[in-house]
């Protein structure tokens, strides 16, 4: 299955969502993550070989494509709207990261807007939220009313996702109480996707 994260901002957790996804698969499948960010952001974090699946730059791909069962492909931080389109064309699935901000949930509409002509398969999924609050549930609702499909779950906002980055590793691999947590909501997301 090919997969590609896309927004049209920077910020919302497609890295993130990409390489947690890559991991899940990983444990069915050989996956591998295609970092098509300019800003190598997959690449820099797998540097120490701390990931479990294969990271490819875009470049350094189309050799290695047919080794995988999963391709997941990571994009730039704010793609145009032909990028978009053609992400669509090629990948069975589009996942649309957003966070609960309003001004994200503003632009995730105005991507799927783009994507509703080209009968692509797409899905919402709700990133940093923060359970302190109601503004997963109220974006949840936002997004329910306008009609857009969605992850079931959402991904909680934790200080875990934010630092394992820098230590070359999945959440899974992070040493704190509610980094378990984190990684349970990517493998429901990933079990969501492969039935
Ligand atoms: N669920 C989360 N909880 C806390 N921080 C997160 C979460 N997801 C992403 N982040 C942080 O937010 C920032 C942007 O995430 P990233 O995945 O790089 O987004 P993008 O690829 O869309 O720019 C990074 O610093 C990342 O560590
Ligand atoms: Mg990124």
Do not use: C
């Amino acid at each position: 299955m090919i997969i590609a994260i896309t927004a049209l901002k920077g910020g919302v957790g497609k890295t993130t969502t990409a390489v947690h996804l890559a991991a899940y698969l990983q444990t069915l499948s050989p996956t591998l993550l295609i970092d098509a960010d300019k800003n190598r952001s997959a690449l820099v974090w797998s540097k120490e070989d701390k990931l479990p699946f294969y990271v490819a730059s875009q470049a350094g791909s189309p050799a290695l494509i047919k080794k995988f069962t999963h391709i997941i492909i990571d994009t730039q931080a704010r793609p145009e709207p032909e990028e978009l389109a053609d992400l669509a064309e090629g990948s069975d699935l589009l996942i649309l990261p957003t966070t609960p901000n309003p001004l994200d949930l503003d632009t995730t509409v105005k991507a799927i807007e783009l994507l509703e002509p080209l009968k692509v398969n797409y899905k919402v999924l709700l990133t940093k939220v923060d359970s302190r609050t109601t503004n997963g549930r109220d974006a949840r609702k936002f997004l329910e009313e306008a009609k857009l499909p969605m992850f079931r779950v959402d991904i909680p906002l934790l200080v875990a996702f934010q630092r394992s980055p820098g230590k070359g590793v999945i959440v899974k691999d992070y040493p704190d109480p509610r980094a378990p947590l984190g990684w349970s909501k990517y493998v429901s997301v990933g079990k969501e996707i492969i039935k």
